[in-house]
């Protein structure tokens, strides 16, 4: 046998992706301890998940923060809670992300004030803010003020850190939540790269970073992107996304440092894509999912984080997390990946797909920047009802077969599953006596954080500072740090602003939707249709009324955005106001629009409290005729105890059939108003 080594064996293999788990729940100290036991199982990053509240700046004893304390992510309150997260981890050795978008100034003022007290040289720091507000307004539903203000509280961020911070990414464009509510490939790449131009025209034309160091802050520009099941397109996707970052970087921006221009990228695989029926399927779907951003070379990701196999069931357990962390050290140990070349170079197939791809993102682009920009398609609603009309032609996909999903719409049967013989002990539970004690711990803080040992400055005045920092047209940051260090909390912080710049409700999408599935003689729709029409003859009433209510601070509206329309498909008069309510805001909206159902949609796991909340409050107003219908991540057991408490019907991950659920609706509808059955064929 030769001797001699072939090329490739010769190379030097590529370095490893960062390896990241999104990790964090319950309280500062349990998510520190997650953390120091991911890092110890060979994990290179750390990502943190924040808790809605934290996310939308409230503190946790604020009204709307009811049952979601810790649920999908670690509360942080004050500059307490951030060093007891960090405790015994050096921050100028790490790489951090924080999934952070409204309050992302806030975290990161927290974040340098603890590495300061570490003793870290902050220029050393390393890590990520998402930072990307457009996306927040078109799908994750975590913004608090107006674009205007969102937009001049990143670029403060971004000129301070090129500053102050210069190897953090201050902003971590986010596709990754578009593809998730719905975009295709080309809005992805051509509403992320839109959110970009938006951005870097305001650092420029902010005159806070001079021209000439234009190229810093392009270098430090990241994104954040999914990863869908059809891995081929996915990397022609990624490829897409680098020529076009590489062409818009060098013509409109004038960088001419190619290194700057690089298109550097993380990514998570595509979590709502995931099933709860056959749930061991998730497997190999994350697996090709990742393949998608890692086979190609030239268009590798830069950090990888992969969910869990059980996260359509509920809050996956360490066990799970470190099974999807092994699955990325397989393929960087274990397989040839790192190797060779780029594999897909000289492909004419994977050429053909890209140069599409970037042909009609391009053409997107200039569509929107003919509005005015993101921002100004954001505020008109453009970005939105494009995401609704995808999200509902892929639904109408799914339930008439033509995209098949294994195990729920081809090939459903299945042997027992033993992973999730025990759902109680399939997922992690967040117990319910956290809130209380975060609760209570945020008002101990409140009482004693200007006495020792923090001996922190009264908080009035570094309030009344940022407040007139943002009246003016100053950089915040130093406001905010001021903040930090006088032990302000999240929700003073977030109160002064909105005092300021006062809050946004984004548009939802939902009336001006396109029809995706039609009425057809003969349809599924055209008989529930008539079973809308039959049962409102039979109330006596115009049209039936159904409101669709997001309680809480969940903002993942997708499902409750599918149902309003195709609900106002079926003949129904929809009321949809959008996110972020309290159970009294919908009971009163029901009674005031008079409807004949509610429906609840919850993602983040306060179910268990605001939905019993709306319940009671409809009983004492003596509307207990009104069906209240629940769906989202609910698991079994919990399942099982909000019908016992009134709860007509509960929907989850698997009920994948939106027209069924209108006539379930509607089913209810008769049964609370004691009308018989109506008997139409299916």
Same mark, same amino acid.
């Given at each position: 046998?030769?001797?001699r080594?072939?090329?490739q064996?010769q190379?030097? @293999?590529? +370095?490893?992706?960062?390896?990241?788990?999104?990790a964090?729940?319950?309280?500062?100290?349990?998510?520190?301890?997650l953390?120091?036991?991911?890092?110890?199982?060979g994990?290179?990053?750390?990502?943190?998940a924040?808790?809605?509240p934290?996310?939308?700046?409230?503190?946790?004893d604020?009204?709307?923060a009811?049952?979601?304390?810790?649920?999908?992510?670690?509360?942080?309150?004050?500059?307490?809670?951030?060093?007891?997260l960090f405790?015994?981890?050096?921050?100028e050795?790490?790489?951090?992300?924080?999934?952070?978008?409204?309050?992302?100034?806030?975290?990161l003022?927290?974040?340098?004030? !603890?590495?300061?007290?570490?003793?870290?040289?902050i220029?050393?720091?390393?890590?990520?803010?998402q930072?990307?507000?457009?996306?927040?307004?078109?799908?994750?539903?975590?913004?608090?003020?107006?674009?205007?203000?969102?937009?001049?509280?990143?670029?403060?961020?971004?000129?301070?850190?090129?500053?102050?911070i210069p190897?953090?990414?201050?902003?971590?464009?986010?596709? #990754?939540?578009?593809?998730?509510?719905?975009?295709?490939?080309?809005?992805?790449?051509?509403?992320?790269?839109?959110?970009?131009?938006?951005?870097?025209?305001?650092? @420029?034309?902010?005159g806070?970073?001079?021209?000439?160091?234009?190229g810093?802050?392009?270098?430090?520009i990241?994104?954040?992107?999914n990863?869908?099941?059809?891995? !081929?397109?996915?990397?022609?996707?990624? @490829?897409a996304?680098?020529?076009?970052?590489?062409?818009?970087?060098?013509?409109?921006?004038?960088?001419?440092?190619?290194?700057?221009?690089r298109?550097?990228?993380?990514?998570?695989?595509?979590?709502?894509g995931?099933?709860?029926?056959?749930?061991?399927?998730? !497997?190999?779907?994350?697996?090709?999912?990742?393949?998608?951003?890692?086979?190609s070379?030239?268009?590798?990701a830069?950090?990888?984080q992969?969910p869990?196999?059980?996260?359509?069931?509920?809050?996956?357990?360490?066990?799970?997390?470190?099974?999807?962390?092994?699955?990325?050290?397989?393929?960087?140990?274990?397989?040839?990946?790192?190797?060779?070349?780029?594999?897909?170079?000289?492909?004419h197939?994977?050429?053909?797909?890209?140069?599409?791809l970037?042909?009609?993102?391009?053409?997107?682009i200039d569509?929107?920047?003919?509005?005015?920009?993101?921002?100004?398609?954001?505020?008109?609603? #453009?970005?939105?009802?494009?995401?609704?009309?995808?999200?509902?032609?892929?639904?109408?996909?799914?339930?008439?077969?033509?995209?098949?999903?294994?195990?729920?719409?081809?090939?459903?049967?299945?042997?027992?599953?033993?992973?999730?013989?025990?759902?109680?002990?399939?997922?992690?539970?967040?117990?319910p006596?956290?809130?209380?004690r975060?609760?209570e711990?945020?008002?101990?803080?409140r009482?004693?954080?200007y006495?020792?040992?923090?001996?922190?400055?009264?908080?009035?005045?570094?309030?009344?500072?940022?407040?007139?920092?943002?009246?003016?047209t100053?950089?915040?940051?130093e406001?905010?740090?001021?903040?930090a260090?006088?032990?302000?909390?999240?929700?003073?912080?977030?109160?002064?602003?909105?005092?300021?710049?006062g809050?946004?409700?984004?548009?939802?999408?939902?009336?001006?939707?396109?029809?995706?599935?039609?009425?057809? /003689?003969?349809?599924?729709l055209?008989?529930?249709?008539?079973?809308?029409?039959?049962?409102?003859?039979d109330?006596?009433?115009?049209?039936?009324?159904?409101? !669709?209510?997001?309680?809480?601070?969940?903002?993942?509206?997708?499902?409750?955005?599918?149902i309003?329309? @195709?609900?106002?498909d079926?003949?129904?008069?929809v009321?949809?106001?959008?996110?972020?309510?309290?159970?009294?805001?919908?009971?009163?909206?029901?009674?005031?629009?008079?409807?004949?159902?509610?429906?609840?949609?919850?993602?983040s796991?306060?179910?268990? /409290?605001?939905?019993?909340?709306v319940?009671?409050?409809?009983?004492v107003?003596?509307?207990?005729?009104?069906?209240?219908?629940?769906?989202?991540?609910?698991?079994?057991?919990?399942?099982?105890?909000?019908?016992?408490?009134?709860?007509?019907?509960?929907?989850?991950?698997?009920?994948?059939?939106?027209?069924?659920?209108?006539?379930?609706?509607?089913?209810?509808? +008769?049964?609370?108003?004691?009308?018989?059955?109506?008997?139409?064929?299916?």
């Open positions: 046998m030769s001797e080594q072939s090329p064996a190379r030097e @293999r590529d +370095r490893p992706w960062l390896m990241r788990t999104y964090g729940h319950s309280t500062a100290e349990a998510s520190n301890e953390y120091r036991r991911n890092l110890a199982k994990q290179t990053g750390l990502s943190v924040f808790d809605l934290t996310q939308t700046g409230y503190d946790p604020h009204i709307l009811r049952g979601e304390v810790g649920r999908v992510g670690v509360p942080v309150s004050h500059l307490g809670d951030m060093r007891r405790q015994d981890i050096p921050l050795q790490m790489n951090t992300s924080m999934t952070i978008n409204a309050t992302a100034m806030w975290l003022a927290l974040y340098q004030v !603890v590495a300061e007290e570490q003793g870290a040289d220029t050393k720091l390393q890590g990520t803010t930072n990307d507000i457009v996306k927040e307004y078109l799908s994750r539903g975590t913004h608090v003020f107006p674009p205007g203000p969102s937009l001049r509280l990143t670029t403060d961020m971004i000129a301070y850190t090129v500053s102050h190897k953090w990414n201050p902003i971590n464009i986010c596709s #990754y939540h578009l593809q998730e509510a719905g975009a295709t490939p080309v809005q992805e790449i051509a509403y992320a790269m839109s959110t970009a131009i938006a951005v870097l025209d305001a650092v @420029r034309d902010s806070q970073v001079p021209q000439e160091r234009m810093d802050v392009v270098a430090r990241s994104f954040f992107v990863a869908g099941v059809r891995f !081929v397109e996915e990397m022609c996707k990624m @490829r996304f680098g020529r076009i970052w590489d062409k818009i970087t060098r013509e409109r921006y004038g960088i001419e440092n190619p290194k700057q221009r298109f550097r990228y993380g990514v998570q695989v595509n979590s709502l995931l099933t709860e029926a056959q749930p061991e399927n998730n !497997v190999q779907r994350i697996v090709l999912e990742m393949l998608a951003v890692t086979l070379k030239d268009a590798r830069r950090a990888v992969l869990a196999w059980n996260e359509a069931l509920g809050l996956p357990r360490p066990w799970d997390q470190q099974w999807s962390l092994r699955i990325q050290q397989v393929l960087a140990h274990e397989s040839d990946l790192l190797d060779y070349e780029d594999i897909f170079e000289g492909s197939v994977i050429e053909a797909k890209v140069a599409q970037v042909e009609d993102s391009l053409a997107e569509r929107i920047q003919e509005m005015g920009g993101a921002m100004a398609a954001v505020e008109s609603g #453009y970005l939105k009802s494009q995401l609704v009309a995808s999200h509902a032609e892929r639904r109408g996909r799914i339930e008439s077969g033509q995209e098949k999903i294994v195990g729920v719409n081809i090939f459903e049967t299945t042997e027992p599953n033993p992973l999730t013989a025990d759902l109680d002990t399939a997922i992690q539970t967040v117990d006596a956290v809130e209380a975060v609760v711990a945020i008002g101990h803080w009482d004693t954080r006495q020792p040992p923090f001996n922190h400055p009264r908080p009035c005045k570094a309030l009344e500072r940022l407040k007139e920092a943002a009246k003016g100053g950089n915040l940051m406001a905010t740090l001021e903040c260090r006088a032990g302000v909390t999240t929700g003073e912080w977030a109160g002064a602003l909105r005092e300021v710049f809050e946004f409700r984004a548009p939802t999408g939902v009336s001006s939707a396109p029809v995706a599935v039609p009425a057809e /003689q003969g349809s599924a055209a008989e529930v249709r008539a079973k809308v029409d039959a049962t409102a003859r109330l006596g009433s115009g049209k039936l009324r159904f409101l !669709v209510g997001k309680p809480g601070l969940d903002g993942h509206s997708n499902g409750a955005e599918q309003a329309v @195709r609900a106002r079926a003949g129904f008069e009321v949809y106001q959008g996110i972020r309510l309290t159970p009294e805001q919908i009971v009163d909206a029901a009674l005031a629009e008079d409807v004949h159902a509610v429906g609840l949609s919850i993602l796991g306060s179910h268990a /409290q605001l939905v019993p909340d319940l009671e409050r409809l009983r107003a003596g509307a207990t005729d009104i069906p209240v219908i629940a769906g989202g991540i609910i698991p079994n057991g919990d399942a099982e105890q909000l019908r016992a408490a009134g709860v007509a019907a509960v929907f989850t991950p698997k009920d994948f059939d939106i027209t069924g659920i209108i006539g379930r609706i509607v089913d209810e509808i +008769r049964k609370a108003n004691k009308l018989d059955p109506l008997e139409v064929p299916a």
